[in-house]
């Protein structure tokens, strides 16, 4: 049985991760703001966890949890910094005008 969730939450993922490499990117963007993905990079680096990674799952429940939720803290903080320069087209679509469609799709069985 399919899972009708699962490309709607890779969609995000990609999305947030697309938004987050323009954030990086732009100078309007605070610096502290721009921390925090550094911050969550640190983290998974760093020796010590909150779960420790040896125990298998769990450990890397607690990384990509804090992964996630940092992009998303920084995508939202960094949106009310530039939020037209937030777009998730990528700049050779934007310089092509290349149309971006948003729309919504469904999953006939």
Known sequence: MKNPATPKLAFE??????????ALRDPQVALWKKA????????????????????????QIDDLA???AGLQLFVHLAQTDAPRQMSTRSEKDASQGVETIDANYRVVD
Not at 13 to 22: D, F, R, S
């Open 13 to 22: 993922l990609w999305k947030n991760l697309v938004a987050a490499w323009n």
């Open 36 to 59: 925090i993905p550094v911050l969550c990079i640190a983290y998974l680096i760093w020796p010590l966890d909150l779960i420790a990674d040896p125990i298998l799952g769990l450990g």
């Open 66 to 68: 804090l992964i996630i």
